[in-house]
C-alpha cells in the first residue's frame, strides 16, 4: 500500500487552538549551531558537572540497584516518594524555609512544576505577570495556556514594587484576571540579578495588598559565590508564595527531579494535575537522588560546584572588560548561571547573530526573554559550561562582531547599516580556523 508524504500544514485544522501559540524556543534554535565544536557556545544554560564524583554516583546507584531495585523501578506515587519529600524539606532550610513533606509535589523537573501551576491556575486570557526580561521557559509555558503575559520593570536589585503595584491596578481596571506573578529572585535568567531581602519584603507587601499569589522559581538559589542564601520569599510569607525548586543545578539535570512547594490545598490539585499528566514522577531518580543526599556530602559538592562556577564568572567578567566596545555594559552576577548584556545604541542582538555565528560564537539575543518583541538591544551570555580559557575565547571573538557592527553604525548611520550589511558580508578573523 502506498503512503502518500503528508505535509505538517495537513493537520492545522484538527490542532488544538492553544497548539497555535506553540513555538521553538530561541535557544533550541541555536543548539544545532552551538554544539558545533568550533563554536564556542555562550548560548545555553547547561550545568557543568565534570566536577561531580561519578566513581560516588556510581557505587550509590549500584548499591541502589541491588538493595532496592524491585522497588526503585516500580510506579511512584503521583506526589512521589515520601524520603524523597522529606529530603527536599531539608535542602530548602539552607533558604530558611520551614515545609512538610505532605505540602511537596515532585515533579520532573521544575519545567513541569510551572506547567502544572500554570494548568491549575490559569484558563485562556489570564493575565500572568513576569519580570522584564523573564525565563524563555515560562514564557513557552504561558503562551501554551494562551496566557497573557506582561511585563514588569526590574533594575539591579529585581523587580520593582511600584512598577508592580501600577500594573496591577492598570490591569484590573481594564477588567484584566492577573491570576499570579512569576518570578526568580536568585541570580537571574536572564538577567543574572538577585532581589536584595529589602526589595523581596516590599514586593511581598504589594502582593498582600493586592491579594496576589506568587511563583517563585529558584533552581539557581544555593549557587551563590559569596555568603550565605538570602531567605526565600517562601520562608517570608508561606500562604501566599507557591515554590518551584530542582535538582538539576545543584546535582544532575539528566534525573529530572524537581518539586513544588505549596499551600495544602493547591498541592492536592498538584498532585491530581500530577496524576493525569505523568501518573506519576520517576520512581528511580528519586530513589537516586534520596540515596546521594543520604551518603555523601552534597552540600561541600554544591561548595564545590559554586567555586568553579564563581571561576567561570570571573572568567566571563575579565573578557567583557577587555574585549567590548565602549558602549557595552552588563550585570555582575553574584551566583547562578548568567550574565545579561546591554549593547552600544544601535546595535540589535537578533540581526547579529549570524555575524556572530560566522565568527565562531553563540550567544541568546534579548528577544528570546520577552512576550512584547522587546530586548534588541540585550544578549544573554552564559558562563556555566565552557572552561575559563574558552569563555575568554568566546568573549574575543564576540567582542570582534561587536566592534564590526559598531564600525559601521558610526561609518555610515543607523538608515543605511544593513544595507551595507548585507553588501559586505562579515569574515570573521580566522574563519577557516577551528
Known amino acids: ?18 497548539t497555535h501559540k506553540m513555538t521553538a524556543s530561541a535557544i533550541r ?50 506526589q512521589g ?23 511537596v509535589t515532585v515533579t520532573v523537573g521544575s519545567q513541569q512544576g510551572l506547567d502544572l501551576v500554570t494548568r ?18 515560562a514564557l513557552g509555558v504561558f503562551r501554551a495556556s494562551q496566557c497573557d503575559v506582561v511585563h514588569v520593570a526590574m533594575d539591579d536589585h529585581g523587580l520593582l514594587p511600584d512598577a508592580l503595584a501600577e500594573a496591577l491596578a492598570g490591569l484590573r481596571a481594564a477588567g484584566k484576571r492577573v491570576k499570579f506573578l512569576y518570578c526568580i529572585p536568585n541570580f ?3 538577567a543574572g540579578i538577585s532581589q536584595t531581602l529589602e526589595r523581596r519584603t516590599a514586593i511581598l507587601e504589594v502582593a498582600e495588598q493586592a491579594d496576589l499569589l506568587v511563583v517563585e522559581d529558584n533552581p539557581y538559589g544555593l549557587l551563590g559565590f559569596e555568603g550565605d542564601p538570602i531567605p526565600a520569599m517562601r520562608a517570608l510569607d508561606a500562604d501566599r508564595v507557591i ?24 498541592r492536592e490539585k498538584l498532585v491530581l494535575a500530577q496524576e493525569s499528566a505523568t501518573l506519576c514522577p520517576p520512581a528511580f531518580s528519586q530513589f537516586a537522588i534520596s540515596a546521594y543526599l543520604a551518603n555523601h556530602d552534597w552540600r561541600g559538592q554544591i561548595k564545590i560546584f559554586r567555586e568553579m562556577y564563581r571561576d567561570r564568572r570571573d572568567a566571563m567578567l575579565v573578557g567583557l572588560a577587555d574585549d567590548m566596545p565602549a558602549g557595552t555594559s552588563w550585570t555582575v552576577p553574584g551566583g ?33 526573554f520577552y512576550a512584547d518583541g522587546f530586548g534588541s538591544r540585550h544578549m544573554r551570555l552564559s558562563f556555566c559550561y565552557p572552561t575559563p580559557d574558552r569563555i575568554r575565547e568566546g ?26 550589511r548585507a553588501r559586505l558580508p562579515y569574515e570573521a578573523p580566522g574563519a577557516n580556523q577551528t
Open 395 to 420: 568573549t574575543r571573538r564576540l567582542g570582534e562582531v561587536l566592534q564590526y557592527e559598531t564600525g559601521i553604525l558610526e561609518t555610515f548611520g543607523t538608515a543605511e547599516a544593513e544595507d551595507i
Open 120 to 137: 491549575i491556575f490559569c484558563d485562556p486570557g489570564d493575565v500572568v505577570l513576569c519580570e522584564a526580561p523573564s525565563y524563555v521557559g
Open 29 to 78: 534554535a541555536l543548539f544545532a549551531v552551538a554544539n558545533r565544536p568550533e563554536v564556542v557556545s555562550l548560548a545555553g544554560g547547561m550545568p557543568n558537572i565534570t566536577d561531580l564524583p561519578l566513581d560516588v554516583v556510581g557505587s550509590i546507584l549500584n548499591k541502589l540497584v541491588i538493595n532496592s531495585g524491585r522497588q526503585a523501578m516500580q510506579y511512584s506515587s503521583g
Open 243 to 266: 515554590y518551584l525548586g530542582s535538582f538539576s543545578k545543584t546535582f544532575a539535570p539528566g534525573f529530572r527531579v524537581g518539586w513544588v512547594l505549596a499551600p495544602h490545598a493547591v
Open 188 to 190: 537571574h535568567n536572564p
Open 336 to 368: 547562578g548561571f548568567f550574565v545579561w548584556v546591554t549593547l552600544p545604541p544601535g546595535l540589535d542582538s537578533h540581526a547579529m547573530l549570524p555575524r556572530a555565528v560566522t565568527a565562531r560564537v553563540a550567544y541568546v539575543p534579548g528577544t528570546a
Open 1 to 18: 500500500m502506498h503512503r502518500r508524504d503528508t505535509r505538517l500544514d495537513d493537520y492545522v485544522d484538527r490542532y488544538a487552538a492553544r
Open 81 to 103: 516518594e515520601p524520603q524523597m519529600r522529606e529530603a527536599i524539606c531539608e535542602v530548602m532550610k539552607l533558604e530558611g524555609i520551614s515545609a512538610h513533606p505532605d505540602d
